[in-house]
């Protein structure tokens, strides 16, 4: 992703975040698709905010990863009971080329039980 790019969604994101709640907008989940252990919550706070994410967690227990969700709107990464986030790492995927969405990630987890 060049800079460029990286600017125009960071200003899109700061000019619709204004009064963000968790009540705005919903909790998308992202489980581990083999162990099925929550990885990575999801708070979307603008569901108005005209901006579309993939998001992709990948599993400290088992090495999988989620299934990819398309986020629509503004949002905030939560941990969850077991786990930490370590990296984001952002994709150029055939999603984002295509314009599908405007950004690819890919958010690797760490087990949470161990860090305290």
């Given at each position: 992703?060049?800079?460029e790019f990286?600017?125009?969604l960071r200003d899109k994101v700061s000019e619709e975040k204004s009064g963000l709640s968790v009540e705005d907008g919903?909790?998308?989940l992202l489980s581990c698709s083999n162990c099925k252990m929550d990885l990575i919550d999801i708070w979307i706070t603008t569901p108005?905010?005209?901006?579309?994410?993939?998001?992709r967690a990948g599993c400290a227990f088992c090495g999988d990863t989620s299934f990819s969700q398309v986020i629509e709107g503004g949002?905030?990464?939560g941990?969850?009971?077991?786990?930490?986030?370590?990296?984001?790492?952002?994709?150029d995927d055939e999603d984002v080329q295509s314009g599908e969405v405007d950004a690819s990630y890919m958010i690797m987890t760490v087990d949470g039980r161990k860090i305290k």
């Open positions: 992703m060049d800079q990286k600017n125009e919903k909790h998308v108005e905010a005209k901006i579309k994410f993939k998001m949002f905030h990464l941990i969850t009971e077991n786990t930490k986030i370590s990296e984001i790492n952002t994709l």
